[in-house]
């Protein structure tokens, strides 16, 4: 099993900025990639970014492409989304998740991906 813990979630006004943290601990062996999502109220759970094992690799969503941005340490096993230029779409609860066992770099789709963590509130005022 892996687990995800994410933190980091908070206030900000439109403008604003938030850092992301995701750490998995337990069995990381085997994960191929790890990925954010977020749902607003609502609304279907939506993609945000995603990253391979390695870091070597990348996607995001076209809503958030330009503001966020997706990294990883290696040594911690943890990922990272750094939000700029936060707008009040952009509230929603953010998931991070990863994929094990996969032979592809990443994915946007929710099925892909065998552990979720708990989610972290981000809410972005007007």
């Known amino acids: 099993q892996v687990q995800l813990v994410e933190s980091g979630g908070g206030l900000v006004q439109a403008g604003g900025s938030l850092r992301l943290s995701c750490a998995a601990s337990?069995?990381?062996?085997?994960?191929?990639?790890m990925g954010w999502f977020r749902q607003a109220p609502g609304k279907e759970r939506e993609f945000v970014a995603a990253?391979?094992?390695?870091?070597?690799?990348?996607g995001y969503a076209d809503s958030v492409k330009g503001r966020f941005t997706i990294s990883r340490d290696n040594a911690k096993d943890t990922v990272y989304l750094q939000m700029n230029s936060l707008e009040p779409e952009d509230t929603a609860i953010y998931y991070c998740?990863?994929?094990?066992?996969?032979?592809?770099?990443?994915?946007?789709?929710?099925?892909?991906?065998?552990?979720w963590g708990q989610g972290t509130q981000v809410t972005v005022s007007s």
């Open positions: 998740a990863a994929g094990r066992g996969r032979t592809y770099y990443y994915t946007a789709v929710p099925a892909g991906y065998d552990y």
């Open positions: 337990g069995r990381t062996f085997g994960i191929s990639y």
């Open positions: 990253i391979s094992w390695s870091g070597s690799n990348t």
